[in-house]
T-cell receptor
Framework: KAGVTQTPRYLIKTRGQQVTLSCSPISGHRSVSWYQQTPGQGLQFLFEYFSETQRNKGNFPGRFSGRQFSNSRSEMNVSTLELGDSALYLC????????????????FGQGTRLTVV | GENVEQHPSTLSVQEGDSAVIKCTYSDSASNYFPWYKQELGKRPQLIID?????GEKKDQRIAVTLNKTAKHFSLHITETQPEDSAVYFC??????????????FGKGTKLSVKP
């Protein structure tokens, strides 16, 4: 069973540019969450998508956006990049079931390392 | 919204000793508490989790305890080994549809096990 795949692994962008990151979840998983990881700040929640709809959103500015396609693949976009956006961006997929299991295990991708110069 | 505090931020132990990492959460509606281990340059991986209807769970050298009244949960690693060295993250999960994401993480604990 293939794991969560994120592309690209590394990106270098200039301030003011925009960037799109991609995440392919485990087959059968319908929930994809995105996190920003920086030293000392841990994993900060960006947003979660389930069945092509944004179900939850963290406290990030509107420059951060995302979407999910019918095959559950997800993309996140950051516009007007700032130096402070340099981070490891992780996505995690899970079943996302609303049934009795409620929360289920989240599997992380390897991440995309974004450097803004 | 949910907030998770994790302590300590760094922990150094001798091989064979025990390590304890503690987390507190703010939203009493949280019902799922996983722990993730992240080795240097690798993705976070689940090592153990506990749900709100259980007070304690053990898996070999790793155990997690949950005190719902006090809203805190802890990770216990016994007989530590050098390969336990990593950053450990606790998280709290609200039922789906809550006002925040399904997992809110603490800031992590860097565990170093000295041979």
């Amino acid at each position: 069973k293939a794991g969560v795949t994120q592309t690209p692994r590394y990106l270098i962008k200039t301030r003011g540019q925009q960037v799109t990151l991609s995440c392919s979840p485990i087959s059968g998983h319908r929930s994809v969450s995105w996190y920003q990881q920086t030293p000392g700040q841990g994993l900060q929640f960006l947003f979660e998508y389930f069945s092509e709809t944004q179900r939850n959103k963290g406290n990030f500015p509107g420059r951060f956006s995302g979407r999910q396609f019918s095959n559950s693949r997800s993309e996140m976009n950051v516009s007007t990049l700032e130096l402070g956006d340099s981070a490891l961006y992780l996505c995690a997929s899970s079943l996302g079931d609303r049934g009795p299991l409620m929360n289920t295990e989240a599997f992380f991708g390897q991440g995309t390392r974004l450097t803004v110069v | 919204g949910e907030n998770v505090e994790q302590h300590p931020s760094t922990l150094s132990v001798q091989e064979g000793d025990s390590a304890v990492i503690k987390c507190t959460y703010s939203d009493s509606a949280s019902n799922y508490f996983p722990w993730y281990k992240q080795e240097l340059g690798k993705r976070p991986q689940l090592i153990i989790d506990i749900r709100s209807n259980v007070g304690e769970k053990k898996d070999q050298r790793i155990a997690v305890t949950l005190n719902k009244t006090a809203k805190h949960f802890s990770l216990h690693i016994t007989e530590t080994q050098p390969e336990d060295s990593a950053v450990y993250f606790c998280a709290a999960g609200l039922p789906y549809g809550g006002s925040q994401g399904n997992l809110i993480f603490g800031k992590g604990t860097k565990l170093s096990v000295k041979p």
